[in-house]
């Protein structure tokens, strides 16, 4: 068990570490000190940390979703806008070198509203005499631009600013880490030691903003004898704030150490589509939809997770659809125009949050857009589309498609008879109302040669479809259970891109399994996922050949693979722990070519080398009647 973190509490410390300048008084007001805590990182690693930290705030904080980078003096070039003038201060000992503007973009805009903040990098003026003009200190101060507490925002500390400093303690002999329980104890180590300290500014009994923004550079106020430094006052800190510094020094420790014992994530997100693309449309459909179908909601299941995790795949999809597919005669713009009623159109339209969210691609840490080949738009099926949701969020956004199941969900007649459900220009009155039916699939590949046989779901009420669609229509299978296997062979068929999460294990004859590294090309994707770093690395917070999970992934990853598909594999931000989509959008190879006979026969010869569909169909037709809780 690993030891709990004890940093010491130097609130009361004399002398103080660094000072603030007042540049009107030109006297110093200390900053507080909080928590200091030794460490064995260097400071290449404590930067590091600090840049992963400002990137992604919400390593500290469950409300925040990332930070936006709007100005950063190492990257930009010219000046930056009035609006994104980053915050100047002086410390004295400490020369600044960089400085950049974030803003915070909450989980929740409608509660949390945003906040500039200036992080400013400095580095301690020479104290050691080695010559290099450089001390042994490094300091990053967050300044939030803010003239009181009453416009802070409640995920950030109600302070004027936050400061992290490292400096470098000397060499010390000990056995082992001395930040963890390990290491060798018989034997002296000796190694750099370092401290890592939080300090912070509380905001002046003034109403005047107390740091105004600067845009020339200013020469640091020498103090004088009138201006000698105040005596340190010692107050004790609320609750709140002292919890929240322990909180922000806790991490950035744990981070750093990770860092330097050479630590590598296990599952990388944002692998196949760009994390602020993807929150962007997020943000925008929860503020549209979540609302609507939370109270609308009439299963018995939590509503929670059914309609956040759909709200999050409808974000994934609408992303990567608007990079890859176009509209007959539109090859430019590539985006499936909104068909919604005038009264359904929201301010913020998805089109212009997409194109905001583009705008944002000059960042470095923002991925580039999809440059393969594209595909017409040709609609999409949801394949075992469950209660709804999601199909009813991609329609409502203008993307014409339907979903099927083999068993009615009580959802279906509230989306079917909603009064704002969009209806589209082809839609004929008889199949409007249609968007989600009730169907039995049975693959092509597993009909019978006569005519004269009798199929088992004639006798039913409900109706078939062989999974034949229009090539390029998107084929989605969420957590469809006995057509994840399936999914990839259908799209081969109809020469249609898919998504595939799978989530529970069902074999092409619909028998429940469990797939395991036993199968040698099962147990070669594995390894190769767990080698290949580019990968995602795990799924539910376990390694990619740790689970059953990791199994089904691969048994469907590898179908898809026989089939000629290049799968794109990503671990999806949705609220479970059945989040891995494997996307094929292109075929590989000799396989491009392939006529759609030669595409059937590939499909048969996969579906030989899994036993065969024996017994699909009479399964599947007793699902009409079973009584199943979730998707």
């Known amino acids: 068990m ?12 004399q002398p103080h570490l660094f000072s603030r300048t007042d540049r009107d008084a030109g006297e110093y007001t ?46 930009s070039t010219g000046a930056p806008s009035s609006d994104i003038t980053p915050l100047k201060i002086q410390v004295r000992g400490y020369t600044q070198y960089r400085s950049l503007v974030r803003k915070f973009v909450p989980r929740n805009p409608e509660l949390d509203k945003s906040l500039l903040q200036s992080c400013l990098f400095f580095r301690e003026d020479e104290v050691d005499g080695d010559g290099d003009g450089e001390g042994e200190g490094s300091l990053v101060i967050y300044l939030p631009h803010a003239n009181g507490v009453e416009e802070i925002p409640f995920y950030h500390p109600p302070v004027q600013g936050v400061a992290f400093l490292h400096r470098h ?72 704030l002292a919890r929240t510094l322990h909180h922000l020094l806790h991490k950035l420790h744990k981070n750093s150490t ?47 997770k059914h309609v956040f995790e759909d709200l999050g795949i409808a974000a994934f999809l609408l992303g990567i659809w608007r990079e890859r597919y176009y509209l007959e005669g539109d090859d430019t713009e590539n985006t499936p125009l909104s068909t919604t009623t005038p009264t359904e159109t929201p301010a913020a339209t998805l089109t212009s949050t997409i194109a905001k969210s583009l705008k944002k691609r000059s960042t470095a840490n923002t991925k580039s857009p999809w440059a393969g080949p594209k595909r017409k738009w040709a609609g999409f099926v949801d394949i075992g589309c469950g209660n709804g949701v999601l199909v009813d969020i991609l329609r409502r956004e203008g993307y014409e498609g339907y979903g099927i199941d083999a068993r009615r969900r009580k959802t279906w007649d509230v989306l079917l008879n909603s009064p704002t459900s969009p209806v589209f220009p082809s839609a004929s009155s008889t199949t409007a109302s249609r968007w989600l039916r009730q169907e039995i699939l049975v693959p092509s590949t597993l009909l019978p040669t006569t005519t004269t046989a009798t199929l088992p779901w004639e006798s039913t009420e409900f109706g078939f479809t062989d999974g034949i669609y229009p090539p390029n229509t998107f084929l989605i ?86 089939c000629g598909w290049k799968v794109e594999k990503e671990v999806l931000r949705i609220p479970s722990t059945r989040n891995v989509g494997l996307l094929g959008w292109e075929f590989e190879g000799a396989c491009c070519a392939e006529s759609g006979a030669e595409r059937e026969e590939r499909v048969r010869g996969v579906l030989r080398e899994e036993g065969g569909g024996g017994g699909w169909t009479e399964k599947v037709v007793a699902l009409v009647g079973a009584k199943k809780e979730g998707h």
């Open 169 to 240: 303690r000397g060499v010390a002999g000990h056995g082992g880490c001395p930040c963890c329980s390990e290491g060798a104890k018989d034997e002296p180590v000796q190694a750099e030691e370092y401290m890592l300290s939080i300090h912070h500014l509380l905001f002046p009994a003034r109403t005047e903003p107390a740091i105004e923004i600067e845009t020339t550079t200013t020469t640091e106020t020498t103090p004088t004898a009138a201006s000698k430094e105040p005596e340190l006052q010692t107050q004790p800190q609320p609750p709140r």
């Open 258 to 304: 990770g860092t330097h014992a050479g630590y590598v994530k296990r599952v990388n997100h944002d692998v196949v589509l760009g994390k602020e693309l993807f929150q962007d449309i997020y943000l925008y459909l929860k503020g549209r939809h979540a609302r609507r179908l939370m109270e609308g909601w009439v299963e018995s299941t939590d509503p929670r």
């Open 477 to 562: 299978s969420n957590h469809s259970d006995q057509l994840t296997g399936w999914t990839p062979l259908l799209a081969t068929l109809s020469d249609s891109p898919f998504l595939a999460i799978p989530c529970c294990a069902y074999t092409l004859s619909a028998d429940k399994f469990r797939p395991g590294s036993d199968v040698s090309w099962v147990r070669e994707i594995l390894r190769s996922a767990q080698q290949n770093s580019s990968n995602p690395g795990g799924e539910g917070g376990k390694g990619i050949a740790g689970s059953t999970y990791s199994g089904l992934v691969a048994w469907a990853e590898g179908l898809a693979g026989k």
């Open 30 to 75: 200390p900053w507080l000190p909080s928590l200091e805590r030794s460490c064995v990182f260097p400071e290449e690693i404590f930067l590091k940390t600090m840049d992963d930290m400002i990137l992604n705030p919400n390593i500290n904080s469950s409300l925040l979703l990332r930070a936006d980078v709007l100005w950063d003096d190492s990257t």
């Open 2 to 13: 690993p030891k709990a973190f004890t940093p010491t509490d130097i609130s009361a410390s």
